[in-house]
């Protein structure tokens, strides 16, 4: 939020460090009302909608407080801090589980004795029975399940990053790929997904398929690369790539051809799980 005014208007804020913007997170939002904003604490540690990331799952305003700012502040001190910030603020959201201060000593009890007005605790959000939060949406990440961290996220996993230029033998001797920096980003296990591709910011998204990883079988660095289904296509600055499932691992073939011929059966599995999606 760039205005002090609309600052000055906010009535109610849901406190977190909101990493990925999940179905968790989605229910303190949906506590806030018109005049609510997210206060986001930020620990710098970010990966799955890291900075201003998060802006694109909200249509709330997002105020963004250093943890340094305020890791030393006492429950009365948070409270001041807050209310110098929003002067009148009426409600805080907060989830079950939420603690600040140092040593994570204050609990939503201490604050709401410390605050005075309304604080709104937010039940334990599950899916399929179990709890929703960021470290386990980045342990599934880190095994490939991106389909379990989609079903916690209750979005499609995205990163987003610059095009940059690869070796150059994707499009003359396999197929054309449009490889991309993603700074910030955690990224999947290595190996290939079925995946959607949103190409310099256009409105809709592609079915594509991507890889993650070294290419073993040919210079051996890493990369990130996507493969769009639905023909020719030009992207010169910008992708987003959202992960939808996961195919299989990265593997080394014996020669060009050979991975040629698996690159052919992983875009007809992508076709066949990302052929009709929508993000
Ligand atoms: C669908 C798909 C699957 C891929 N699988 C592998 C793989 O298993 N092992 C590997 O070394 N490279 C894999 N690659 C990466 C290729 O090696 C890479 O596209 C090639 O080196 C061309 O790179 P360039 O786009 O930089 O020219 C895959 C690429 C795509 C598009
Ligand atoms: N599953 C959940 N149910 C209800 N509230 C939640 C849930 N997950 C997080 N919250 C609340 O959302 C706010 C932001 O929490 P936080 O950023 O710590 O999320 P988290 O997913 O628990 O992260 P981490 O896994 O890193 O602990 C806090 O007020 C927290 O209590």
């Known amino acids: 939020m760039k205005h002090a005014t609309a600052l000055k208007k906010v009535d109610a804020v849901a406190i977190g460090g909101f990493d990925g913007m999940h179905e968790g997170h989605q229910h303190l939002f949906n506590a806030l009302g018109e005049r609510g904003a997210i206060v986001v604490v930020e620990t710098g540690y970010a990966n799955l909608t890291p900075g201003r990331e998060r802006e694109h799952f909200t249509t709330h305003p997002i105020v963004y407080l250093p943890l340094d700012e305020i890791r030393m502040l ?14 009148v603020l009426s409600r805080i959201v907060v989830g079950y ?4 201060g140092l040593d994570r000593k204050f609990s939503h009890a201490d604050l709401s004795k410390a605050f ?8 334990e959000v599950t899916v399929g029975g179990e709890s929703v939060h960021s470290h386990k949406i980045r342990a599934k990440l ?18 987003r990053g610059d095009v940059v230029r690869g070796q150059g033998i994707g499009k003359k001797e396999l197929v054309p790929t449009v490889n991309m920096l993603t700074n910030g980003f955690l990224l999947p296990k290595e190996g290939v997904y079925a995946s959607l591709a949103r190409l310099d910011g256009e409105e809709h998204y592609h079915p594509a398929v991507s890889f993650v990883g070294h290419r073993v079988t040919t210079d051996g660095s890493f990369a990130v690369e996507t493969h769009v289904l639905d023909g020719e296509i030009v ?23 050979a991975l ?9 599995a992508a076709r066949k799980a990302v052929g009709r999606l929508e993000l």
């Open 74 to 87: 006492d429950d009365r001190g948070f409270v001041d801090y807050l209310r110098e910030r929003f002067p």
């Open 142 to 159: 880190i095994i490939g399940d991106v389909a379990g961290a989609n079903r916690f996220l209750g979005h499609n996993y995205t990163v």
């Open 116 to 123: 005075g007005g309304a604080v709104q605790v937010i039940d």
């Open 260 to 268: 040629k011929e698996q690159i052919g059966r992983d875009i007809a």
């Open 235 to 257: 992207c010169k600055e910008r992708i987003d790539v959202s992960f939808v499932q996961r195919l299989r691992g990265n593997e080394k073939f014996a020669s060009l051809d």
């Open 97 to 100: 589980d939420f603690r600040f």
